[in-house]
């Protein structure tokens, strides 16, 4: 059954402030591993106003993104590649309205692809504390699902054009989160699929305490390391995520993390359990590629 409604009608409000001082910042939230809505933090930036499907559409890429097809996480592991253009003007279209399983444009370098673009966004509340940042961007229509994991870093996840909905759960109730199997680099996910919840397989999940919010453009969620996070595309979405890591984070959690997938590429760590490769027609495709 799908057991979103159900999780909403119980959920709590995630902490909001306008209070944007970097290190108030800092000592409440980065600090106490707490998430909080900087409510309004992008509302003057550029890319609010100048980053409309149509101006992503015209940006000139010579080659293909990888589209996932589905939530990932919880389902089998399924993407395409396809023309960043091509993409954006089928999501104009409304091509995606009457499937059941949307492509989404998850985890792209737009930095690495537009340099340009940088100066369209800040993200310095966090990444003035930080060593080591990776940006992505996350676009896709209406009704695009991240199904539930968590993360290994700190996540500024930022609502640029449209609305999504973010569930959370904090990391003292593992116990009750059923961890999956299959491997992501850079996060862990959950078996519940909230969509498709069966309760005879994961009882414990009701006991679960949640929090949500809909992030609305220039609304930023702080979604510190290792909380849980489920996220649904309530319009057509623009969003980014800076993942930003400490000293400790590179020394120790990343690199692990690389040996981790250097040793799964090679087929040594859960060869075909992954969210990052799938075999087509005996041929091993890879997300990042």
Not at 5 to 23: G, Q
Not at 76 to 89: A, P, Q
Not at 192 to 220: A, C, M, T, W
């Amino acid at each position: 059954m799908d057991f979103l409604d159900e999780i909403l009608s119980k959920s709590k409000k995630i902490e909001e402030t306008t209070n944007f001082d970097s290190n108030n910042f800092k000592k409440f939230y980065l600090n106490k591993n707490k998430p909080v809505v900087l409510k309004g933090y992008g509302h003057d930036w550029a890319a609010k106003e100048k980053w409309t499907l149509d101006f992503l559409a015209d940006l000139e890429v010579e080659s293909p993104v990888s589209l996932e097809i589905g939530a990932n996480n919880q389902k089998e592991t399924n993407f395409v590649r396809e023309n960043l253009k091509t993409y954006i003007e089928s999501i104009i279209k409304n091509e995606y309205r009457d499937k059941k399983d949307i492509a989404y444009l998850t985890l792209f370098n737009i930095f690495d692809r537009f340099p340009h673009l940088k100066d369209d966004v800040d993200l310095s509340i966090l990444t003035k504390f930080t060593k080591r940042n990776n940006i992505y961007a996350w676009i896709g229509p209406e009704g695009t699902i991240t199904g539930l994991h968590y993360d290994s870093l700190n996540n500024l996840l930022a609502q640029v054009m449209g609305r999504k909905l973010v569930v959370l759960v904090a990391p003292k109730d593992n116990k009750n989160m059923y961890i999956s199997d299959k491997f992501e680099l850079g996060a862990t996910s959950s078996e519940v699929d909230i969509n498709n919840y069966d309760e005879s397989k994961h009882p414990k999940f009701k006991e679960v305490k949640f929090f949500s919010v809909v992030l609305r453009p220039g609304d930023v969620l702080f979604i510190p390391k290792k909380w849980w996070h489920y996220v649904k595309s309530l319009d057509t979405s623009i969003s980014i995520s800076n993942f930003g890591a400490f000293l400790p984070d590179i020394l120790f959690t990343q690199t692990f993390e690389s040996f981790l997938y250097s040793l799964h590429c090679r087929g040594y760590y859960k060869k075909g359990n992954c969210t990052c490769h799938r075999v087509v027609d005996g041929k091993v495709l890879s997300k990042f590629n």
